[in-house]
């Protein structure tokens, strides 16, 4: 017999920790399972922890999803109705330092995950994919309706390969998954690899903030309330299938099988450099810029179409740059004692 709780993988993570937050505030329990690896500061993780723990209704696990046999004890013994998988090795660049942390956690984990649901009753799977799966695509804005078949790192090739695997369940097992292309997430309790929170970090210890592209990168930065909106909408709409999908002509974001890719993104691009500039003016300080060509791996620009998701839930994300480098401002102030 299910019960309601909700299962959230990478619970002390960035999107983990504030989607199991909301869940938390809306009543629901949730069980949040995290490795608590050392990819960045633990401490961090450790402080959101501390505040998913004082909550009512959350319980916690220290749980690595490539080990087989204690993610089948966990599905077993709870028999979630909803999963929410965001556990993952994240990140571009440190995929080309250690790709095998990658398959680990990204298939290895995955699998186990499809097989938890798939034995236990889970009613629908959501899962973390990424924007990077649009690789070396350069029609913008990037669109579910695009094939997506040229990552150009190993991070977005596992990304793709969990949409993929997502799919062969949904398809032989009639397991209702939906993937979520997170477009550059940022927001307080940000994690320290990505963007916004090195650029605070070296414009208050005035150091060089590094500008690849030379400052001409844009990304579809989505601030985390507008995210944990988007993903809480979804988790009681289930995908059933599309009955107009045609094999003739196959709609990359959709199937016969109740199976659904969404883009999770701002739908607005900002460059790099305006973005150094709003956080310039929330801290007082001028950042000092050292320009920079691109990286392997790495794109010029995402953008995010969002109709589907803005059809399906009536929702779209919409917090302006400023609101949100504003709040993260004041967060990172506050934790970090400036």
């Given at each position: 017999m299910a019960d309601d709780t909700v299962l959230v993988t990478g619970a002390a993570g960035f999107i983990g920790f504030h989607v199991a937050q909301h869940l938390l505030n809306e009543g629901r329990r949730v069980v949040g399972i995290d490795n608590l690896n050392n990819y960045y500061d633990p401490r961090l993780k450790e402080a959101r922890l501390e505040l998913l723990k004082a909550q009512p209704g959350f319980s916690f696990l220290k749980l690595d999803l490539a080990d087989r046999a204690?993610?089948?004890a966990l599905f077993a013994q709870h028999r979630f109705p909803a999963v929410i998988h965001l556990a993952a090795q994240a990140g571009v660049r440190y995929s080309l330092e250690n790709p095998?942390?990658?398959v680990d956690a990204n298939l290895e984990g995955f699998i186990n995950i499809l097989e938890g649901c798939r034995h236990h009753g889970c009613e629908h799977l959501l899962f973390a994919s990424s924007s990077s799966v649009y690789g070396a695509?350069?029609?913008?804005?990037?669109?579910v309706k695009d094939n997506v078949d040229h990552p150009i790192s190993l991070y977005a090739a596992t990304k793709k390969a969990n949409e993929l695997m997502a799919h062969s369940y949904s398809h032989l097992y009639r397991l209702p998954t939906t993937g979520l292309r997170f477009f550059t997430v940022y927001g307080p309790w940000g994690r320290p690899d990505m963007a916004m929170f090195i650029f605070a970090k070296a414009i208050l210890a005035g150091q060089p903030v590094k500008l690849?592209?030379?400052g001409r990168m844009r990304?579809?930065?989505t601030y985390v309330d507008d995210v944990v909106q988007a993903v809480v909408r979804l988790v009681g709409r289930p995908p059933k299938g599309n009955p107009d999908w045609e094999g003739n002509r196959p709609d990359p974001a959709t199937s016969r099988a109740p199976w659904v890719v969404y883009n999770i993104g701002n739908n607005h691009p900002e460059e790099l450099t305006h973005v150094i500039s709003v956080l310039e003016q929330e801290f007082g300080r001028t950042a000092l810029k050292e320009m920079l060509p691109m990286q392997p791996g790495d794109v010029e620009a995402t953008y995010a179409d969002v109709a589907d998701l803005e059809r399906d839930i009536g929702f779209r994300p919409a917090t302006p740059i400023e609101e949100g480098i504003a709040r993260f401002?004041?967060?990172?102030?506050?934790?970090h004692r400036i």
């Open positions: 204690a993610v089948k095998h942390a990658y695509n350069t029609k913008l804005p990037f669109s690849f592209n030379h990304r579809d930065f401002a004041k967060w990172y102030r506050d934790y």
